[in-house]
């Protein structure tokens, strides 16, 4: 069967495409970490989302460091499914000054009542203590963005360095 090709500057190859795919992939370095992931905010989320970053990590050769890591994304999409049920959640995780970052966005917008604003950033950070631990114990940080006046939703991060998150998956063992 002839193959074609939608770009006229391609000349299109008459062998299979799996013959272009190595059978041992290739490691990338961590520095080319950058992944985003649009998931529910459904209970199920959470799971997909640890898959995710786990196989990005893998691939980026940080095996090391996927405890904390795996953690760390469980309980931001937990958290944020929570206050967003049923909304569309953002996860990203890259590499930033010598570790991992990861980020989960949701809808969940600032209260105009001020007492309703912090009780709502009091039980965030009431669900995220387990977060809290884990990044502590990594010798990281993590916080939460809360949105400008004119923008929507909420970005709560973690910063994992490289040495601080191995050491804590070493001990782990």
């Known amino acids: ?24 992939p290739t490691t990338r370095s961590p520095e080319s970490l950058a992944y985003s992931y649009a998931i529910p905010g459904e209970p199920h989320a959470v799971a997909v989302a640890r898959t ?13 460091l996927l405890p904390p890591a795996l953690q760390a994304t469980g309980e931001l999409v937990a958290c944020a499914a929570l206050f967003e049920p049923g ?6 995780v890259g590499w930033q000054q010598e570790g991992v970052r990861i ?33 502590h114990e990594c010798k990281g940080s993590w916080g939460v963005i809360r949105p400008a006046p004119a923008r929507e939703g909420t970005r709560v991060w973690v910063n994992l360095p490289r040495q601080g998150a191995a050491d804590y998956a070493a001990a782990l063992c």
């Open 1 to 24: 069967m002839p193959s074609a090709s939608i770009c006229p500057s391609v000349t299109p190859s008459a062998t299979d495409p799996s013959d272009h795919l190595s059978l041992t």
């Open 52 to 64: 995710g970053v786990h196989n990005a990590l893998a691939a980026h050769g940080l095996a090391d």
């Open 87 to 92: 909304q569309v959640l953002y996860l990203s």
């Open 103 to 135: 980020v989960v966005w949701d809808p969940h917008t600032r209260h105009v009542d001020p007492d309703s604003s912090g009780k709502c950033a009091a039980r965030r950070n009431k669900m995220l203590y387990l977060l809290a631990c884990v990044v």
